[in-house]
């Protein structure tokens, strides 16, 4: 293959290997010419910091190997393409907002974008495979791409996001790194006062990314791990639906490892969701299935849900949380207005799961404040928002300080379970109707 010096400005319209070196290319390297491949192992390519596009491409069926970037807005750019492939490629060192200050915003268009390693906008059917993405502000970006195939690519120490999704779907993410993506936004009285993580996180998906695979990713100690929003700021519902998450690991991360609100049809199985605030914080989710996943010692809940439903939750290990389980309802009147069916926590299926050494097993409660404090007064008898319809089935609920706590909770079945040996109460009710417990295994082998 033909070996090419690469220049300032210069268009590639042909496959080549880059003549191994360092080159100065504020004006960066420009493709156009469709079906190329560009060979640039042991070339890397400096920007002046922060501005201009590294390599920009706008021609289809493109492959780059082995290319090393640093110093721009953007490494990588893509724009309404299809068949690109980056393989090992590695980026840093792009336009970043200096650490310590802002709060993020999730919701920026593809125009004015944070600055980061690989933007893709528009793209279909692209891969990006044993990638460098590292310490800057977001390693990769996709608005508006179908079918990626993103693999064995590390995004770690990013500022921003290690991988972001907007309008992106039917992608898949494998065995991908973005660990510590986090950031501290401080407020009135300095830097002891503030917010850590400031909307940082290893994965973010917003703007209706659906239908995508997460399989084996690690999120650690991030912002958040997982971060699906599905309610723009103008109110516009717009749910991240569909999605598969499968053994990722979100652990470690001052507020929450997997957030999913307003969202749809989502399954979690398999994941580590441990030491964090919030395990899962799904709240107004609904049609969403937990199984198999792992919550151990987060502060507040290894499950907290405001006003979702039909969800089930299965085989599920809760160990050391405040709370295993944390339902409850509070109403909202915007969302009470876009969202009619999701006044409440309803229609539940709790089955299969062992909860030890927790606050609380499982609490569900009406008219609360993140699950833990009287809401309004003026709501708390309200039917409609009152729990109603769920179902403890086989669960193994030991040695916490309470089993099952229902407060204004109506019409709960709590049926086969094991509660045994929890300090306060097994079951502990209160203002509840239509309980129904039977057939529950307590200490010494008698039944509840």
């Not at 991030?222 to 516009?236: E, R, T």
């Not at 709370?323 to 539940?348: K, N």
Request: aromatic share 8%.
């Amino acid at each position: 293959m033909e070996v090419i010096v690469p220049v300032d400005g210069m268009e590639l319209r042909r496959s080549c290997t880059l003549a191994e070196g360092v080159y100065y290319c504020p004006s960066g390297l420009r493709i156009t010419t469709p079906g190329i491949t560009i060979i640039g192992h042991g070339v890397t390519l400096i920007g002046a910091t922060g501005q201009g596009i590294g390599l920009e491409i706008t021609a289809n069926n493109i492959t780059i190997k082995g290319l090393s970037i640093k110093g721009y807005q953007h490494g990588i750019r893509a724009i309404s393409v299809e068949r690109l492939v980056l393989d090992h490629c590695s980026v840093h060192g792009t336009a970043e907002i200096a650490s310590n200050t802002v709060f993020l915003d999730i919701w920026l268009p593809s125009e004015r974008a944070y600055g980061g390693g690989v933007l893709l906008v528009g793209c279909d059917d692209c891969e990006v495979v044993s990638c460098e993405l590292q310490h800057q502000q977001t390693g990769l970006m996709a608005y508006g791409c179908r079918r990626l195939a993103v693999t064995l690519t590390n995004a770690s120490y990013c500022s921003g996001f290690g991988f972001y999704l907007s309008a992106t779907s039917d992608s898949r993410f494998e065995e991908n790194i973005a660990d510590y993506c986090c950031r501290f936004e401080p407020r009135e009285g300095g830097l002891h006062f503030g917010h850590m993580g400031a909307d940082a996180a290893g994965f973010v998906l917003v703007r209706g990314s659906s239908r995508n695979v997460f399989r084996r990713n690690a999120a650690r100690l991030g912002g958040d791990g997982f971060f699906l929003a599905g309610l723009d700021p103008s109110g516009k519902p717009d749910g991240c639906d569909d999605n598969l998450f499968e053994d990722n690991d979100g652990s470690l991360s001052p507020n929450i490892a997997f957030e999913a609100t307003f969202c749809r049809g989502n399954i979690f199985r398999r994941n580590y969701a441990d030491r964090s605030n919030y395990g899962f914080w799904l709240g107004y989710s609904w049609d969403t299935m937990l199984e198999a996943n792992r919550m151990i010692m987060n502060r507040q809940a290894g499950i907290a849900v405001e006003n979702g439903h039909h969800f089930n939750v299965i085989d599920n290990t809760f160990q050391g949380n405040g709370h295993g389980i944390l339902l409850w309802s509070g109403r909202v009147e915007g969302f009470a207005r876009l969202y009619p069916e999701s006044l409440t926590s309803w229609d539940w299926q709790i089955e299969g799961n062992t909860m030890t050494r927790n606050g609380r097993g499982v609490r569900i409660a009406n008219n609360q404040d993140h699950g833990i404090r009287s809401g309004p007064e003026a709501t708390s008898t309200a039917p409609d928002i009152r729990p109603r319809g769920h179902l403890l089935r086989r669960n193994d609920i030991q040695d916490n300080r309470i089993g099952i706590e229902l407060v204004g909770a109506d019409g709960t079945i709590v049926e086969g379970n094991i509660l045994n040996r929890n300090v306060e109460a097994n079951i502990r009710e209160d203002d509840t109707t239509g309980t129904l417990a039977r057939n529950n295994l307590g200490s010494r082998g008698a039944y509840l």
